[in-house]
T-cell receptor, first 111, second 110 residues
Framework: NAGVTQTPKFRILKIGQSMTLQCTQDMNHNYMYWYRQDPGMGLKLIYYSVGAGITDKGEVPNGYNVSRSTTEDFPLRLELAAPSQTSVYFC??????????FGPGTRLTVL | TQLLEQSPQFLSIQEGENLTVYCNSSSVFSSLQWYRQEPGEGPVLLVTVVTGGEVKKLKRLTFQFGDARKDSSLHITAAQTGDTGLYLCAGAMGNTPLVFGKGTRLSVIA
């Protein structure tokens, strides 16, 4: 059972480039989340989804976009990368609004 | 404004010592969870507490939910180097996503 998978594991972007962070879960969870974690800090919620076709903003949505066309996938899009978006990005899923299962993370550096 | 305050922010102890970390809020939560995150990995759920005053034990770890469901503590007995990591508390309230604290970074030295 793979749980939550994220790709890529590492990425270096130049300022202004765009990319999509992929997230897939195989637990048939309705809820999915994207967080960013800056060095030495906790988790900040970027976007979340309560089901296919439904997304909502979290605490720090600026500079990001998401879509949820299927239950399994919840990609996060960065359109114009900025150095402030250097962080570790975690995707998570849950069957209800509490217990969350996290992926291994994507470490992104914007230079 | 941080809804969940965790303390201490950093803790470095010798193997075999006991420790307690705290998670405090002025808000009431329907449940509270503790996660542990090891370097280079995502957080992993340790426990969920639901009832005010509830105490749960997981081997050497003891979790307590405050009577008013506003705070929680995690006590580790005889810490081991394998306990090293970032401990995050997260509270559930209403229909909103979990609220995470900033975490306590624990280092257990052999």
């Amino acid at each position: 059972n793979a749980g939550v998978t994220q790709t890529p594991k590492f990425r270096i972007l130049k300022i202004g480039q765009s990319m999509t962070l992929q997230c897939t879960q195989d637990m048939n969870h309705n809820y999915m989340y994207w967080y960013r974690q800056d060095p030495g800090m906790g988790l900040k919620l970027i976007y979340y989804s309560v089901g296919a076709g439904i997304t909502d903003k979290g605490e720090v949505p600026n500079g990001y976009n998401v879509s949820r066309s299927t239950t399994e996938d919840f990609p996060l899009r960065l359109e114009l990368a900025a150095p402030s978006q250097t962080s570790v990005y975690f995707c998570a899923s849950s069957s209800q609004r509490d217990t969350q299962y996290f992926g291994p993370g994507t470490r992104l550096t914007v230079l | 404004t941080q809804l969940l305050e965790q303390s201490p922010q950093f803790l470095s102890i010798q193997e075999g010592e006991n420790l307690t970390v705290y998670c405090n809020s002025s808000s009431v939560f329907s449940s509270l969870q503790w996660y542990r995150q090891e370097p280079g990995e995502g957080p992993v759920l340790l426990v969920t507490v639901v009832t005010g005053g509830e105490v749960k034990k997981l081997k050497r770890l003891t979790f307590q939910f405050g009577d008013a469901r506003k705070d929680s503590s995690l006590h580790i007995t005889a810490a081991q180097t394998g306990d090293t990591g970032l401990y995050l508390c997260a509270g559930a309230m209403g229909n909103t996503p979990l609220v995470f604290g900033k975490g306590t970074r624990l280092s257990v030295i052999a």
